[in-house]
């Protein structure tokens, strides 16, 4: 009686295996046709695939990395912000703008030659670093500081700083402070920032310094911040220096109503691009990028001097970045007139910080973000 | 107001509430000392909380311009400009279909003039009070409307009034449908909306018009096809009747799917594909499926019918478990087919019959499956629209777009969990009681991180879902604990003697629950539900938090990090307070009157 029963059981089984099998050859059939499409229920996109785990994204490393993936799909996945002015925002038509928008256009045009075969992912603080580390997008330009231990610990690569930014304070003009002021003057002020950032240590670590007694307010975000600032609740506010700029063009109620200092930032926030570790080449692809428009910016070649700039006008550097010689780019697995493509189609330096950064009234001149030339830390290794 | 006070009055009316305005003043408002003092102090808080609100509107600082240019944005995010004919296109699909569906089950909103009347006079002293306690820095645009509206509504509601003193004068749905299709054509025509978008000092629309007259004609068209399709409804109902009904009953389940999917996604089909897999699978499944269907649907295959149904519900079940080992590749829509196919086999028995029910099993399933196999694979097309910032569903559309498929899942998913717990088998109930209690223990906002942050790492290698396929998996969960336990309030409301009654006249399990027990169910759970949806519906906003652009979003962070307009929160905010308000009421509205008629029905 069992074996009977075994033995259909095993029928079952076979018949099972056998009905399996038809299946998996109709099924496979379909997977060879290079369509990607093993998941009904879901919007497919090829970003999934490296999207499932720590191992997945180790093994597309391996096999031709992020750069010969990028070119595979055709488009570049950017993480952004989508909510931080001047580095990354939506406009009101739904297309994305600022620096660090203008920087994945740039890695897009060095990479596809197209600046607009971008994907835009908007990213919250929380969840940009698990995006690079799972794959889900190819490089993060989502106004990052660059620190030792996210460098070092959480599995991805920092690329040149596109921004130097650093944390300042904001008062105003008629409680007695001035540009040039500076931090142990707030003593006994009431402080605000928002909560949960390093902005919050920064400041307390540097009162206890100092000695200084201050009263300091946190509040869930950043427009609350300014908004008890105008209402008179917080004497002084204090957060990045291009926010504070920016706040200050916006919302000032009178010009030279509010005041920005010290001169010299109380933090380093160097922002810059963030990829996966251990993708050498696709970390030079990004950096190039960078490098280039700063090298550009050295040499004064703007989208519209390109065609010069690649017929030596601007001299051999500039020759050779625009694909003049053509082996400098292709040897990293772009085309020659990568660079070409990224000031033709996005600009130099100057030209992105024109864009994007001179509305918000944050200058250029004088500041770190000055090219090295000219006082400041922008600096590029040379092209050759 | 004079003219309000001089309303005849119908004296022979006493029973009913029907009085002059002032004697209901004196009764309702003034009848004593404390009833006095009461009515002012509340009217005193009413018109100061209306003044701080409109002082909030029209401040120096309030600056609307930023909820005018970011209109589109808030509609419909950054769906690309030059496909904007697709998103009016599918809002005349559905507006049709909403036509339609009303003429066809014949809704009567049992409006009565005199109710028109006293809504109009209700809105003519609004307006004026309004006006009366608008602040200094208000435009005189603003002004001049309002007083215009104001006197214009409260003569008509007069008029309107005395057509019907005694209140009885039902108004037909069609009547007030193109009522408020004309006044809402009034408003687009007449009334100037501002610019449509400096940014950066560059129009980003249409240079030079309104934003009135960008979607004038569109809306002018759409809110004819409303009118006309609600009256071809009532027409074609007349003709045809249950199957109109049914049509449409099908085309509100798959339609927003064929919208969303189809028109607003536009998938780039690859026809060699389609030809040589998606059509020969689906006609693998429709073909052979309807034939097994027509033979286990006779009466006396039960037996048949269990016996091959368990045996694929096993191998349905081993393909998933195989999909998750990663052991043989197979497309996903083949595993889900099977499952389908696994389950209605087992059910079907309870529906044999003779010939033609066996027909009508056959050719429903190969119906369902010719829709639902297009469906999947226009899913799994790439789509030709070019987002630079994906997904390609954002702002309201993304709102009630989640909001109603949310509702539609999660409602079979909660009725099936209330069988399961009210049922007999320990397993189901100790499983379903389970499920239901862990859900409802659980915040929203950690069933949505769970779904849209864990759940792609529990997914077997090259399987991936989407952010918005994460978020609507999440929110099914969720409401469906919910429904379940309202849908298992009306089981528990059908009698004994229901059951028993259908257990005598031989009826299975299947056929009790589906024929007797569910409908009597439901009819009583129905305000419940509904309250449930309109939950779902402001609970979307929550979507914000995984990283969805909905409505919440895009006016919170969107808007005020844009260079024109940092900071500028509170005018978006009220904005989309509004939206809400206007959709949650509205739905909360209909529900009363389904109430009401279910309990006329229930009466007679």
Redesign the interface.
Known sequence: MTRIRARGLRG?AAS?VA??LI??A??????S?D?A?????????A???S???DS?SVEVTQDGGTLAAVQARGTLNCGVS?????FS????????EGIDADYCRAVAAAVLGDA?A???????AA?RF?AVQ?GAVDVLMRNSTWTQSRDTEVGMDFGPTTYYDGQQLMARSADGFSGSSSVDEIDGATVCTNAGTTTETNISELASILGIDITLTTFEDY?QV??AFIAGTCDVITTDGSGLV??K???EPNAGDWVIFPATPISKEPLGPVYAQNDSQWADVVNWTVFATLIADENGVASSDVDGALAGDFGPEMSRLMGGEGELQTVMGLSADAFYNVISQVGNYQEIWDANLT??GLDRAGSANASWTDGGLMYAPPAR | MSDVTMTPTSPSNGASNRTSPLQWVRVNLFSSVSNTIQTIVFTAITLGLLRALLGQAFSEEADWTSVSTNLRLLMIYNYPADQIIRIWVSAAVVLLAAGLSLGAWKVEPGYTVGRLGRHLVGLGLFSLVTRLLLPVHAPDTVRTWLIIIGVVSLVAGVVVQRGDPDGDRVMGFGTVLSGVALTFLAVLWLVPFGQYGLVDGVLVAESGTTVASSTKVPWTVLLIIVVASHRVGIILGRALGRSLRAALAAFWVVGPAFVIFVILRDPAFDWAHVWSTDIPIAAMFGLGGAAVLYFVAAPGKTEVARAVGAMLFAFALFNWVAAFFGWYPMLQKVRISFLIFAIVVLLVPAFAGDRSTRRRVAGGWVAAMVVFHWLLTAINTESTLVITAPPFLGGFVLTVGIAYYVMLASFPLGVLLSLARTSKLPIFRVMSTGYIEVIRGVPLITVLFFFSIMLPLFLPKGMGISDLAAVFAGYTVFSAAYMAENVRGGLQSVRRGQYEAADALGLTTVQRTSLIVLPQALRVSIPNLVGQAIAVFKETSLIAIVGGFDLLRIANSTIPNQPDFLGQKRPGLLFISLVYFVFAYSMSKSSQRLEARLKDAQAR
């Open positions: 079952a099972l009905l399996s299946v998996a109709c099924g496979g059939s379909d997977d046709s369509d499409s093993d998941d009904a229920s879901t919007e497919e996109t970003s999934d695939d999207a499932s785990g997945d989508g909510a931080a002015v001047a925002y939506t406009q009101a038509d739904g297309s994305m607009d971008v994907e835009f992912t908007s990213l919250t969840e698990t799972t427009d300014v908004d920016g706040r063009a916006a919302q509305p918000v």
